[in-house]
């Protein structure tokens, strides 16, 4: 069982940075994959970015890449996710979610943590 718990979120203008974070409980933290993903109101969930076990891949949509940076520190149990040069389309609740392997779906993740709000004001 791994439990995840996301902060971080918050208000920040156009332009701006925040940085996640995802606490991971348990002692296999760094068996699993771990990923991000968003959902916007009346939109569907949207994957954002995942990484590898290890940390050594890495990988984004086409929508964050570049402007997105995903990490994790196996020692602490928590993945990160550098947010930077956001613009209002960014406005989301943002979730982690662990999985055996990295992927963009979402249904490949076993554990979910409860989301934390991220708005960008224009």
């Known amino acids: 069982q791994v439990q995840l718990v996301e902060s971080g979120g918050g208000l920040v203008q156009a332009g701006g940075s925040l940085r996640l974070s995802c606490a991971a409980s348990?002692?296999?933290?760094?068996?699993?994959?771990m990923g991000w993903f968003r959902q916007a109101p009346g939109k569907e969930r949207e994957f954002v970015s995942a990484?590898?076990?290890?940390?050594?891949?890495?990988f984004y949509s086409d929508s964050v890449k570049d402007r997105f940076t995903i990490s994790r520190d196996n020692a602490k149990n928590t993945v990160y996710l550098q947010m930077n040069s956001l613009k209002s389309e960014d406005t989301a609740v943002y979730s982690c979610?662990?999985?055996?392997?990295?992927?963009?779906?979402?249904?490949?993740?076993?554990?979910w943590g409860q989301g934390t709000q991220v708005t960008v004001s224009s």
């Open positions: 979610a662990a999985a055996r392997r990295p992927s963009k779906r979402g249904v490949e993740y076993d554990y």
């Open positions: 990484i590898s076990s290890s940390g050594v891949s890495t």
């Open positions: 348990g002692r296999t933290f760094s068996s699993y994959a």
